[in-house]
Every structure is written in C-alpha cells, then in structure tokens.
C-alpha cells in the first residue's frame, strides 16, 4: 500500500521560506511523477507544481513559478517543495501526491493523481 507523508509545515512571515517534504512508501516511487498541490480555506485544491518521474520535466503554478523549486531524491524515496519569498496568498494545507500511471510526465490536473498525503499546514503571515 503506497502511503505518503507530507512534512515542513508551519507559521512564517511573509518574504521567508519553507522546505515541505513528501516521504513516500509502498514501493515504486521512482517510476512515478510527483505533485504538490494546496488548498486554502474556502477555496478549491489548485495545482502547485509537478515532476517527471526522470526528473527531466517539471511544472508550475503560474503563481509561484520564480520562488519554489520542486525536487526529488529517489534514493530518499522523497520529493521536496522549496518555497521562498512566501506570501499571505500561499497559505494553505500543502498535499503531495502520486501520478496514477507510471513513466509519466507532468500533469496540472488532481485527477490524474492517485494516491495523496493528509497534508502539512503552510501559514505565511503579512
């Protein structure tokens, strides 16, 4: 059983940065992309960033291209979310999740993932 567990969370303020990870277990991690998204109170999940499963393709938020940088490390079976110059807009419950097929690329759409983590809290205070 695949099980993804996010971590990294917190309060900081606004201009700081943040480091989420996503540890992922069950086997096969490497063979799949990666995603995070987010979802702030009141409003839909949205689309954070992605990443190949090679590592050779990555994808963003138009809103967050320029400060975070999605990462993995296979041997780690885990995949990280640097954030910097964070802002009041970023805050938000941050979920990882699994692409559903294998040796795929990156996707923008949730329904193309599987397997998601319960979430770590991200809160950038102004």
């Known amino acids: 059983q695949v099980q993804l567990e996010e971590s990294g969370g917190g309060l900081v303020q606004a201009g700081g940065s943040l480091r989420l990870s996503c540890a992922a277990s069950g086997g096969g991690f490497s063979a799949y992309g990666m995603g995070w998204f987010r979802q702030a109170p009141g409003k839909e999940r949205e689309f954070v960033s992605a990443?190949?499963?090679?590592?050779?393709?990555?994808g963003y938020a138009d809103s967050v291209r320029g400060r975070f940088t999605i990462a993995r490390d296979n041997a780690k079976n885990t995949v990280y979310l640097q954030m910097n110059s964070l802002k009041a807009e970023d805050t938000g419950i941050y979920y990882c999740g699994r692409r559903r097929s294998s040796y795929s690329g990156v996707s923008d759409r949730s329904r193309d993932y599987d397997y998601w983590g319960q979430g770590t809290q991200v809160t950038v205070s102004s």
């Open positions: 990443i190949s499963w090679s590592r050779t393709g990555t």
